[in-house]
């Protein structure tokens, strides 16, 4: 949530800025500002509503700048307008920041800063902190510590004081920073996509430590003052990676990357046929004292976990639960250390995500992630971390990193089949054989854009559409209707389809989308029965059956198949199909899917 990048070198500040402001556009795209420490000793400060682009037109081309910060804002605090809109000037001190400042009504009332304020946020009583600390000291260091030691939430802050020209101050807590130095300057920034031109080499800026970057080095202290060196991190995927390859969307390019990044995930933990965790360090005690699984994630991650809990809970038979991480977080939840908590993210930033981790900690619980950034703070508070090997995900709604997700929840189930002795080696290795086949079942899924993109067409203007099954079709039913939802703003519905009639089936009316899965044998000529009665009511049914399948045409409108014999593997063409229908019904709306109106990718506040 919001973008951050600073930058002091031999460049021009405004063009790298603005580089990595649209390279960081997919995190927050209300409003964008930026500011310059000019070489005449002057400020340069332009804020504007709206995208990165609105921005750059009231920029002016050659600033004679080499230092600044950029910020592209998710709102909180105060409306979307270009007085809200960061970086925020008081006094000496120009600042912007990502997170919530929780105390800031008291600062304000402490310090006297009522009164003060030319906008509407918390960030700006933040400088007038900072600015007054600086007053005092005249030491930047010390301004910013004492102003640290006031300030309670989460934040990720970058600093410029106008009277020390070429240096920026960096200091986080929870909200996300990395750094870097390279032939071409130092750099700052909310994630790696806004580096990635300059350098590969990068670290993670560790909480509570005063970053003072300048053109050729980047000085790291703790609050007492000690120095600490970074530990460096490197980037394992291109600059094309982040970029859209021919694509007109990255959320598209996305949906055709998962074949490829499906078998990136898998194939370094496949030895001799059987799944292996040797390379992550994952030991398999871990699996085998476990009594029982909690799995805990936001969004299309905790979407995952419900397709991980039904696998798992099949093949292992142990109890598996999935919980909302911003419901857990504030639970007393029923843990003791034999439960293995699997803690699932693509950012591994999610604000609640990771104190639910904490939370699961403090109850003594194990806790293995998934996650999709390396060195991410979810990772790195984990006890044990599967990555996922999606690359950079830009797009707002997640497509690749559920599939990956998906893939590693299948890889420890079969691990644990195998450690827990649920099943003979024979039958793990065909498990493991059918998982392997996942990318030809998604190819053929991407096969079948053509025909979705019809059904879409037909469906942009509906006002609701429901996604209804049972069993493991109901979980991918979720993360079909969060997709359709987040992107062509169609209200979209899950319902276990047999549930329907104890309410939801009142709102069914003549063309109604109503998109059914029936993909698992055991339960399919229920769930059959259960699209005649939407049927009977009218709805306009696109029904999704495994191939060959026997149905009648008087039970659907549209039928899609998928190329899948074993019911336990059916997910993940599914999961493409749900895609592209809603990909292709945000299309023909015309709207921008990799940008989605209220939205930002990763969720740094609660
Ligand atoms: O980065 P995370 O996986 O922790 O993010 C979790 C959710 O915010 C995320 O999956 C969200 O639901 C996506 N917009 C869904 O497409």
Redesign the pocket.
């Known amino acids: 949530m919001c973008g951050i990048i600073g930058y002091t070198g031999p460049l021009m500040a405004r063009d790298v800025i603005l580089q990595g402001l649209h390279q960081l556009e997919y995190r927050g795209y209300d409003s964008a500002g930026m500011a310059l420490l000019t070489e005449d000793g002057g400020m340069y400060l332009r804020k504007k509503v709206g995208q990165v682009s609105a921005l750059e037109a009231v920029c002016e081309p050659d600033i004679p700048a080499h230092c600044g910060i950029g910020h592209t804002r998710w709102a909180t605090h105060g409306g979307v307008t270009d007085a809200n809109a960061h970086p925020h000037a008081v006094g000496k001190v120009v600042l912007l920041y990502n997170g919530i400042i929780e105390n800031y009504h008291t600062i304000s009332r402490q310090f006297g800063f009522e009164g003060l304020a030319t906008s509407e946020t918390d960030t700006e009583v933040a400088a007038q902190l900072i600015n007054y600390y600086y007053g005092q000291t005249g030491n930047p260091y010390e301004a910013i510590r004492r102003s640290i030691e006031i300030i309670e939430g989460s934040y990720a802050f970058c600093i410029l004081f106008t009277d020390i020209p070429g240096t920026i101050y960096a200091i986080r807590n929870v909200s996300p920073l990395v750094a870097a130095s390279s032939e071409q300057g130092s750099f700052i920034a909310s994630d790696v996509t806004a580096l990635i031109s300059y350098t590969k080499e990068y670290f993670v800026v560790p909480e509570q430590h005063i970053l003072t970057i300048t053109q050729d080095q980047i000085r790291m202290e703790t609050l007492d003052g000690t120095v600490v060196k970074p530990e460096m991190l490197e980037v394992t995927w291109d600059v094309e990676a982040a970029q859209k390859g021919g694509y007109p969307h990255f959320m598209l390019k996305e949906i055709y990357e998962q074949p490829e990044v499906f078998q990136k995930t898998i194939m370094p933990r496949l030895v001799e046929g059987l799944p292996n965790f040797e390379v992550d360090g994952v030991p398999d005690p871990l699996f085998q004292r476990c009594h029982s699984i909690q799995v805990i ?6 979407y995952a976990g419900m397709v991980g809990r039904a696998i798992m809970e099949k093949q292992l038979r142990i109890p598996v639960s999935v919980s909302i991480a911003s419901e857990f977080r504030y639970d007393t939840p029923l843990l003791d250390p034999g439960t293995l908590v699997i803690v ?7 604000i609640d ?1 990771l104190a639910a981790l904490r939370l699961a900690k403090e109850c003594g619980c194990p806790v293995l992630s998934i996650v ?1 950034v390396k060195g991410s703070t ?1 990772a790195r508070e984990s006890d044990y971390v599967l990555y996922t090997h999606a690359g950079p995900e830009i797009a ?4 690749k ?2 599939m990956v997700q998906l893939a590693v929840f299948y890889l420890i189930t079969a691990r644990m089949m195998l450690v827990r002795g649920a099943a003979e080696e024979a039958q793990v290795k065909d498990f493991i054989a059918s998982l392997a086949k996942a990318p030809e079942w998604i190819q053929d899924a991407l096969g079948q854009g053509d025909a979705i993109r019809k059904q879409a067409e037909k469906m942009a203007f509906s006002r609701d559409a429901f996604f209804i099954g049972r069993g493991m079709d109901y979980a991918f039913s979720l993360e079909g209707a ?2 359709l939802k ?1 992107i062509s703003y169609i209200h979209a519905e899950a319902y276990a389809a047999g549930e329907l009639k104890h309410g939801t089936i009142a709102l069914i009316e003549p063309g109604v989308p109503v998109i059914a899965l029936a993909t698992q044998d055991h339960i399919f000529n229920k769930t059959i029965s259960n699209i005649r009665e939407v049927k009977a009511r009218g709805a306009y049914v696109i029904l999704i059956t495994k191939k060959g399948v026997p149905v009648s045409s008087e039970v659907c409108d549209v039928h899609l198949e998928i190329p899948v014999e074993d019911d336990r593997f059916t997910v993940f063409p599914c999961a493409v199909l749900l895609q592209l229908l809603a990909y292709y019904t945000a299309y023909a709306k015309g709207y921008d899917m990799d940008k989605p109106r209220n ?1 930002a ?3 740094t506040v609660e």
Do not use: D, R
Not at 297 to 302: D, E, K, Q
């Open positions: 994630a936001c969004g299309t991650a905790m699932v993210s693509q950012s591994g930033e999610t995500t999709n979810i707002v709604a997640s497509t990193a559920y969060l997709k987040e939205l990718k990763s969720v």
